[in-house]
């Protein structure tokens, strides 16, 4: 027992409950970015590199996840109404999918039931196909309306919630590796569509060629 004055003392014991809550506060299982190439690129949504890991007061949380053991690029955007996969990601892993009028009666929207998993977090997510080279996943508020205690650190920029009564902790790529990120992606782009359009132009030849045509 120590005496701190005029009906004001304090013990080891609660000192000790104090130190050992705030260190239980930020308690859960750690989800850092998956690694692997990825499949696709478009540089967007960044800033260029910084010296300061931390420094994440000018991003969008990125990180890497597992779609069928590929390594894919993941943004979380709570302002998005929905969840969103890239067509070049269903085409590429050759994911199924379905289509549906109830949104708008003039168009069917694609959707998929895609499963991923970062780290020891797994989840099945119905996502719209959508044409778009910012990721290959976008998760909106559909996803985040089903995490329990979510909270969004500002100044780290890591996501806490609790799924199936367990706790994570999802950590962002620094700026530095979302920028190499999405250059490998890019990249990528390229050398596909370098491909896509040498083929195109071997079948126009032979097409030219080919008397039944």
């Known amino acids: ?8 003392y304090s013990s080891q014991d609660e000192e000790s409950d104090i130190k050992g ?23 967007t949504f960044h800033k260029q590199p910084s010296s300061q890991a931390l420094t994440q007061k000018e991003n969008i949380f990125h990180t890497r996840c597992k779609v069928l053991e590929n390594t894919c690029s993941l943004i979380v955007n709570s302002g998005l109404c929905c969840n969103c996969c890239s067509t070049r990601l269903v085409e590429k892993l050759a994911l199924g999918w379905l289509k549906h009028q109830w949104i708008n009666n003039d168009k069917d929207i694609v959707v998929n039931q895609l499963k991923f998993s970062i780290r020891n977090y797994e989840d099945n997510v119905l996502c719209d196909i959508v044409p778009m080279v910012a990721c290959h996943i976008l998760m909106g508020k559909p996803w985040l309306f089903f995490l329990n205690k979510i909270i969004h650190h500002g100044h780290t920029n890591e996501i806490t919630f609790t799924h199936k009564d367990k706790k994570f902790v999802f950590h962002p790529l620094t700026p530095s590796q979302v920028v190499e990120d999405q250059v490998k992606m890019r990249n990528n782009i390229e050398k596909g569509s370098k491909k896509k359009n040498d083929d195109t132009y071997k079948s126009e030849i032979k097409c030219s060629k080919c008397s039944k045509c």
């Open 21 to 43: 809550e705030e260190k239980n506060t930020h308690k859960g299982e750690d989800a850092f970015p998956c690694i692997g190439d990825h499949l696709m690129i478009k540089r």
């Open 1 to 8: 027992m120590i005496l701190r004055g005029i009906d004001v």
